[in-house]
């Protein structure tokens, strides 16, 4: 593999999904116990290749990356980008983060391609933020992570049965953000944006769900903040209206 980013255990089949990200682009299964391979596939289930050196560098020595272009029309490229999460739900419905294409895939458990959903995608908007963070304007340190060209870095689903909510770390915007799982139709944010205080998020890169509903994310390359925050699940209520 090349430089796998995270994988998930879906005990109905007893196969371990990873994704084999940075160096290549794919999803591959292997078998939980044996190793043994079972199958592989890139974005909208085609046989992956492995990027040109000719594409764009962002990541360095972490390899060669493709990365979208600032698009806010069209399916996307036909091949990932880099895979950076790939959870299951429990009906086998496997979703990959497609990171620097910002999009996240859904394919069935046989790697089918089913739908995709948008993460941050376009040029984001210039910030509103006022007040001061790492020593500066927390306009300036918003509109530097505007500019950061990758998201969604992780995702969890919510611990009902159903797993009806799904939560995006969206590094591009600095929140979490909530979508109903099987529609995949936006519900709403959490996070104040980048900075250092609590509540607000730099450079999320993971997240995670208790058996409670409360959400935890982890922020890693930011310049101060490396840590882990918990957000606590205070209920449901009505999305506001538009």
Same mark, same amino acid.
């Given at each position: 593999?090349?430089?796998?980013?995270?994988?998930?255990?879906?005990?109905?089949?007893?196969?371990?999904?990873?994704?084999?990200?940075?160096?290549?682009?794919?999803?591959?299964?292997?078998?939980?116990?044996?190793?043994?391979?079972?199958?592989?596939?890139?974005?909208?289930?085609?046989?992956?290749?492995?990027?040109?050196?000719?594409?764009?560098?962002?990541?360095?020595?972490?390899?060669?990356?493709?990365?979208?272009?600032?698009?806010?029309?069209?399916?996307?490229?036909?091949?990932?980008?880099?895979?950076?999460?790939?959870?299951?739900?429990?009906?086998?419905?496997?979703?990959?983060?497609?990171?620097?294409?910002?999009?996240?895939?859904?394919?069935?458990?046989?790697?089918?391609?089913?739908?995709?959903?948008?993460?941050?995608?376009?040029?984001?908007?210039?910030?509103?933020?006022?007040?001061?963070?790492?020593?500066?304007?927390?306009?300036?340190?918003?509109?530097?992570?505007?500019?950061?060209?990758?998201?969604?870095?992780?995702?969890?689903?919510?611990?009902?049965?159903?797993?009806?909510?799904?939560?995006? !770390?969206?590094?591009?915007? !600095?929140?979490?953000?909530?979508?109903?799982?099987?529609?995949?139709?936006?519900?709403?944010?959490?996070?104040?944006?980048?900075?250092?205080?609590?509540?607000?998020?730099?450079?999320?890169?993971?997240?995670?769900?208790?058996?409670?509903?409360?959400?935890?994310?982890?922020?890693?390359?930011?310049?101060?903040?490396?840590?882990?925050?918990?957000?606590?699940?205070?209920?449901?209520?009505?999305?506001?209206?538009?």
């Amino acid at each position: 593999m090349g430089g796998p980013a995270s994988l998930s255990v879906y005990p109905k089949t007893n196969e371990v999904f990873i994704a084999d990200d940075f160096f290549n682009r794919r999803v591959i299964v292997p078998d939980a116990d044996t190793d043994a391979f079972k199958r592989m596939w890139g974005a909208f289930g085609n046989v992956p290749t492995d990027p040109p050196t000719s594409e764009v560098r962002y990541l360095g020595s972490y390899g060669v990356v493709p990365l979208a272009p600032h698009d806010s029309e069209g399916a996307g490229p036909l091949q990932f980008s880099n895979v950076h999460c790939v959870p299951v739900s429990n009906e086998g419905l496997v979703y990959v983060c497609d990171k620097a294409n910002r999009r996240i895939q859904v394919f069935t458990i046989g790697g089918k391609y089913l739908t995709q959903v948008f993460i941050s995608r376009g040029k984001l908007p210039p910030s509103t933020l006022t007040g001061m963070a790492f020593g500066k304007p927390r306009r300036e340190i918003a509109d530097v992570a505007a500019q950061s060209p990758t998201s969604p870095n992780s995702m969890a689903f919510s611990p009902d049965p159903q797993q009806r909510f799904m939560y995006v !770390a969206d590094r591009r915007r !600095a929140q979490v953000l909530i979508y109903d799982r099987k529609t995949l139709e936006y519900l709403g944010a959490f996070g104040d944006g980048p900075g250092e205080a609590p509540g607000q998020l730099s450079a999320v890169h993971d997240i995670a769900v208790d058996s409670q509903g409360n959400v935890y994310t982890a922020e890693s390359d930011s310049p101060s903040n490396k840590r882990v925050q918990k957000f606590v699940l205070k209920g449901m209520s009505r999305a506001p209206s538009k």
